[in-house]
């Protein structure tokens, strides 16, 4: 048995992209933000796990008095300077509760960024639609009409024979 393949099949021709490489735009606008939003959000992670470790750490050193003593004054902090407490209150009262301020990196850059991504993503397929616009006009389709004699007539103009 001899399985051949048909010949008359019709080969289908993949369409080339323009230069195989990202646009200008795409990568001034999406690209240098996304890493930059990626590699401030994972070392912000980082950072921000080594102070909650060290913070706890000096919490494990304190006494049970010590301890309710801290828990109480930062209930008060956070009362008084709102959830940014951490980084309004003086710094020796942070040495002396063993706070450690909180880096550009944890939360201010990444959130800036991400910030500028959800208004840059948008923006740059607006620009790419209104740029990349067709250049051939399209025809509308026109409906048919009728004429006096109950036959529809159309406005188009007439196929050329062996055009499709």
Do not use: H
């Amino acid at each position: 048995m001899n399985s051949a393949k048909p010949k008359n099949k019709k080969q289908i021709k993949k369409v080339p992209s323009s230069n195989g490489s990202s646009s200008p735009l795409f990568l001034l606008l999406v690209g240098i933000p996304f890493c930059f939003f990626l590699i401030s959000a994972m070392l912000g992670s980082v950072l921000k796990l080594d102070r909650v470790s060290s913070e706890s750490a000096f919490e494990n050193r304190l006494n049970p008095i010590e301890k309710a003593w801290r828990g109480l004054k930062l209930k008060v902090y956070a009362y008084e300077y709102g959830s940014d407490y951490r980084n309004k209150i003086p710094e020796n009262e942070g040495r002396a509760l063993g706070l450690i301020r909180e880096s550009i990196l944890e939360s201010t850059l990444p959130r800036y960024l991400f910030l500028f991504l959800a208004i840059a993503v948008p923006f740059y397929f607006f620009v790419r639609l209104f740029k990349d616009k067709p250049k051939k006009k399209i025809l509308w389709p026109v409906a048919a009409t009728s004429d006096p004699r109950g036959r529809k007539t159309s406005t188009l103009p007439p196929k050329k024979i062996g055009q499709n």
